[in-house]
């Protein structure tokens, strides 16, 4: 059972410090991404919101995706530790344009 003492250890708490000017373009950059619960959840990091282990997850796989913009699909790193929590995983692009 959790308690008040130990729900910290369960919740990451950013300690990404930017200045307003560099987090106001992240912001807008990231904004022109479509749509995903990784691109919020990693907004919600760059304003010092605690994330979940699982939500810390969703949003590094938005990450290292480049915020989906080729859409979503599994990006077929396997050695990468975090894959198994991989949102769309097995998800196979059927079309290359």
């Known amino acids: 059972m959790l308690t008040s003492s130990n729900k910290s250890c369960i919740t990451v ?3 990404y410090h930017l200045a307003n000017r560099d987090k106001k373009r992240l ?5 022109r991404y479509p749509e995903s619960s990784g691109r919020t959840r990693y907004l919600h ?4 919101a605690k994330l979940t282990p699982k939500e810390a997850v ?3 796989c938005a990450v290292c995706n480049s915020g989906y913009v080729d859409g979503r699909y599994d990006c077929g790193e396997a050695a990468c530790p975090l894959y198994q929590h991989m949102p769309y995983r097995g998800r196979v692009r059927t079309e290359w344009t």
């Not at 912001?27 to 904004?31: A, D, S």
């Not at 990091?45 to 010092?48: M, S, Y």
């Open 13 to 15: 708490k950013s300690k």
């Open 27 to 31: 912001v807008k950059e990231w904004k």
């Open 45 to 48: 990091f760059l304003f010092g």
């Open 58 to 60: 969703l949003a590094k």
